[in-house]
T-cell receptor, first 113, second 117 residues
Framework: DQQVKQNSPSLSVQEGRISILNCDYTNSMFDYFLWYKKYPAEGPTFLISISSIKDKNEDGRFTVFLNKSAKHLSLHIVPSQPGDSAVYFCAASLFSGNTPLVFGKGTRLSVIA | GAGVSQSPRYKVAKRGQDVALRCDPI?????LFWYQQALGQGPEFLTY????????KSGLPSDRFFAERPEGSVSTLKIQRTQQEDSAVYLC???????????????FGDGTRLSIL
C-alpha cells in the first residue's frame, strides 16, 4: 500500500511555461515533505521542502504548495527550462524529518524547447 | 564542497558472493540513511543511524543484509550470499538532523549499482 503517490508517470511542458507536478499521501502523521530531482546515473538532489505548519514555500523558480486537508502537495516550476528535464520524486517523513523518507514512484518531466 | 560519497559506483558479483558497499556522509552530519531503489521505483528505506547507533533496521529485506557505522561517520552496507533479487541501486543519504535539529533535508550520494549474475 503506497503511502506517497505520484499518479502521473510523465509530463511534457514547453520551455517558458509552468510545470506542475502533483503528489498525494495517505498518512496524516507525515509532517515534512520534500521534492527531489534526479538525473540518470546520479543520486536524488534536494530541491525544496515544506513543513506541515505551512501551506506554501518558494525558492526561486520553485514553489511547493501543501493542502493538508486534501493530503496533497504540488511543485510548480516557473518558467520551465530544458535543464529541468529529469525525474522528480516527492517524499514525506514523520517527526519533522529526522526519520526515513517515504518516496513516490516519480514523475518524468520533459521540457521541450 | 564534499557531498555524500559512495563506493564503488558499480559492483558486479556472482550469486552467493558477499558484497560490501561504502558510504562517506557529509562531514558533521549526524544521521545516515540507506535506501534501495529498483528500476522505475522510488527509493525504499533500509536502515538508518544517528551517530553510531542504528535506530531502525526495519527495512532490511532479510538477515543477509547488515549495516554498521562504528565511529559515527563512514557506514558500510554488507550483503551476504547475494541473490539476483538484490540487484538494485543502493543509495546513502545523510542529514544534519539529530535530536536538536528538525526539518533538515537528507542529501544523497550517487549510489552503488549492484548487479548479481
Amino acid at each position: 500500500d503506497q503511502q506517497v503517490k505520484q499518479n502521473s508517470p510523465s509530463l511534457s511542458v514547453q520551455e517558458g511555461r509552468i510545470s506542475i507536478l502533483n503528489c498525494d499521501y495517505t498518512n496524516s502523521m507525515f509532517d515534512y515533505f520534500l521534492w527531489y530531482k534526479k538525473y540518470p546515473a546520479e543520486g536524488p538532489t534536494f530541491l525544496i521542502s515544506i513543513s506541515s505548519i505551512k501551506d506554501k514555500n518558494e525558492d526561486g523558480r520553485f514553489t511547493v504548495f501543501l493542502n493538508k486537508s486534501a493530503k496533497h502537495l504540488s511543485l510548480h516550476i516557473v518558467p520551465s527550462q530544458p535543464g529541468d528535464s529529469a525525474v522528480y520524486f516527492c517524499a514525506a517523513s514523520l517527526f519533522s524529518g529526522n526519520t526515513p523518507l517515504v518516496f513516490g514512484k516519480g514523475t518524468r518531466l520533459s521540457v521541450i524547447a | 564542497g564534499a557531498g555524500v560519497s559512495q563506493s564503488p559506483r558499480y559492483k558486479v558479483a556472482k550469486r552467493g558472493q558477499d558484497v560490501a558497499l561504502r558510504c562517506d556522509p557529509i562531514s558533521g552530519h549526524v544521521s545516515l540513511f540507506w535506501y534501495q531503489q529498483a528500476l522505475g521505483q522510488g527509493p525504499e528505506f533500509l536502515t538508518y543511524f544517528q551517530n553510531e547507533a542504528q535506530l531502525d533496521k526495519s527495512g532490511l529485506p532479510s538477515d543477509r543484509f547488515f549495516a554498521e557505522r562504528p565511529e559515527g561517520s563512514v557506514s558500510t552496507l554488507k550483503i551476504q550470499r547475494t541473490q539476483q533479487e538484490d540487484s538494485a541501486v543502493y543509495l546513502c543519504a545523510s542529514s544534519l538532523a539529530g535530536q536538536s535539529h528538525s526539518n533538515q533535508p537528507q542529501h544523497f550520494g550517487d549510489g552503488t549499482r549492484l548487479s548479481i549474475l
